[in-house]
């Protein structure tokens, strides 16, 4: 088959044109299936949704796809997003479509399966340390899942799809806005800086009859549709009111979040003069808590996730705006802090634990924060004559904080709809739609309603009424796990557990928790009429 990048030359009708403010136009009109023969499409974003989707696209439903993506090293080691993916059962119903990427994935990441084993290595350094792993068997996740940070998982996806003749991925180039062009195709405008003083840049147009936004939390292709006037009156879901996105806070939403980069060779003292050597390529968990344990201002607890070898390891600090760590803006003054936090660990200047250019990132970089709940009412827009059409996937559609480890996973079966949807209506853009709309849109519901509650406490927020919300979501949690023991599995685990088990939909593990909630309601509701009863008895005899 010839491949896309010559059909670039063949069968795009190129213009440039040289303005007066110095940007410069590309226009790019992918050629129609009447022409060519060939399906085409775009893909808005080159995350794991949008990578997914266009290998979807190409191997297995015979699509040219082009790729737009914002940045220009999408698989670079970022320190400031090194945090890992657990990729399971859920997502791996798509990678294992492909037999390459599930054995790369399985080839490169940590496999991890039944209980949860964990060492706890406590603040002070006269407790001698106990380095046998324990088994947290109250969550056992199904299958085999498999750890490993956002680069390595990108750059797997990147090597498979540069085998793809039909994909071509644009690096550095950023989708502004998405406009109909008749009923026949989807035009999409974008820039590409290519000049070093980033002053001059390059208008891109592409006009194709299906375009995949996968383009993130804040979707350029969700926010033309949310415009009014919408360019998509009269298109089937062109109404801007559906892509407004709707918003909801959890405990978590806000929280800052920074990483910090140990040695990898680094030892834990165990407290008799020995040292404890952190394995790499194992399923065990470290968690590593400071010395300020009553002081919400202080207190911070780091943990070590299954890795392989690598020249450091991560820390993840998640913490609220109170917390005085954020509040130091020295390298210097940051390796004292973790000095003083942290007195089994030696975080002195002759120790090469951290390396001080590694404290002085982290005290002069901004962070990132968790983000709020939140998801688009509507998933498509296509034209009344069925023949093009947007579709949004995975963060463009929900978004939210990384609670319970859906984030990646929930992404990869928004493209496994987008697969099984293709698969049913090979002919028709809006049938396509239609039927993944149907699929996703009531996940994507329970899954951002499930994420508010399911485990937002993670992350050591304690203090005021948040030690409140804490123990009563504390209470409902084990008071869930003791009646599913009581009843014999009948009464469902708390959503956080049952999750975890990828072949339950979002909506499913939802219905049957709101359906508990209701009958603990219920029952708590008798008791108290109940009681009100007695009272009353009691309060007529009395009198």
Request: proline share 6%; glycine share 8%.
């Amino acid at each position: 088959m010839t491949s896309f990048r010559s059909l670039n030359h063949l069968l795009l009708a190129l213009t440039v044109i040289l303005d007066c403010s110095g940007s410069l136009s590309l226009c790019l009109a992918l050629a129609s299936p009447s022409s060519s023969g060939t399906k085409q499409a775009v893909v808005v974003g080159a995350g794991p949704a949008g990578l997914t989707s266009a290998l979807v696209l190409a191997r297995r439903h015979g699509y040219q796809v082009t790729i737009l993506e914002a940045n220009t090293d999408i698989d670079v080691y970022d320190p400031t997003k090194a945090y890992p993916f657990l990729i399971r059962e859920r997502g791996q119903k798509l990678t294992k479509l492909f037999d390459d990427l599930q054995q790369t994935l399985e080839d490169n990441g940590i496999g991890v399966e039944g209980a949860t084993k964990m060492i706890s290595v406590p603040a002070d350094p006269k407790v001698i340390l106990d380095t046998e792993p324990k088994e947290i068997t109250i969550f056992v996740p199904k299958g085999k899942n498999y750890w490993l940070r956002r680069h390595e998982f990108l750059r797997i996806l990147l090597d498979v799809v540069a085998k793809e003749e039909n994909i071509t991925l644009l690096k550095g180039v950023e989708c502004e806005s998405v406009t109909p062009v008749k009923n026949s195709m989807v035009e999409v405008r974008a820039t590409k800086v290519i000049s070093s003083d980033k002053n001059t840049k390059e208008t891109i147009t592409l006009q194709s009859p299906l375009v995949i936004a996968c383009d993130g939390m804040k979707s350029k292709v969700r926010e033309s549709l949310a415009h009014s006037p919408s360019p998509f009156k009269g298109w089937e879901n062109g109404n801007p009111d559906g892509f407004q996105v709707k918003k909801w806070t959890s405990p978590s939403t806000g929280l800052k979040f920074k990483t910090i980069h140990i040695n990898a060779d680094a030892k834990i003292p165990v407290g008799d003069g020995t040292f404890y050597e952190i394995p790499f390529g194992v399923q065990t968990f470290h968690t590593i808590r400071s010395r300020h344990s009553n002081d919400p201002k202080k207190f911070i607890s780091l943990g070590l996730l299954p890795a392989k070898k690598a020249p450091t390891r991560t820390f993840n600090v998640i913490r609220d705006d109170q917390h005085e760590i954020w509040s130091i803006k020295d390298g210097q003054a940051l390796r004292e802090w973790f000095s003083d936090s942290f007195p089994r660990f030696d975080f002195s200047s002759n120790s090469s634990l951290v390396a001080q250019e590694e404290f002085d990132r982290f005290a002069s970089v901004e962070g990132l924060r968790l983000p709020l709940c939140q998801r688009s009412p509507e998933l498509y827009v296509t034209s009344p004559n069925a023949k093009c059409g947007i579709v949004l996937v995975g963060d463009a559609v929900h978004c939210f904080p990384p609670d319970l480890g859906e984030g990646v996973n929930s992404g990869l079966e928004d493209v496994l709809a987008l697969d099984e949807a293709l698969s049913d209506h090979p002919d028709s853009v809006g049938d396509m739609a239609r039927a993944y709309a149907k699929a996703r849109k009531p996940e994507s519901e329970a899954l951002v309603r499930m994420v508010r509650f399911g485990a937002p406490f993670q992350y050591g927020q304690f203090g005021g009424i948040t030690s409140v919300k804490r123990l009563l979501w504390t209470f409902n949690f084990f008071g869930r796990m003791l009646l599913n023991k009581l009843t014999f599995g009948l009464s469902p685990r708390p959503v956080f557990v049952e999750v975890g088990d990828g072949y339950q939909s979002y909506s499913s593990v939802m219905r049957r928790a709101d359906r508990l909630t209701a009958i603990l309601w219920t029952i708590t509701g008798a008791l108290l009429l109940k009681l009100t009863g007695v009272l009353s008895k009691l309060s007529a005899l009395a009198t």
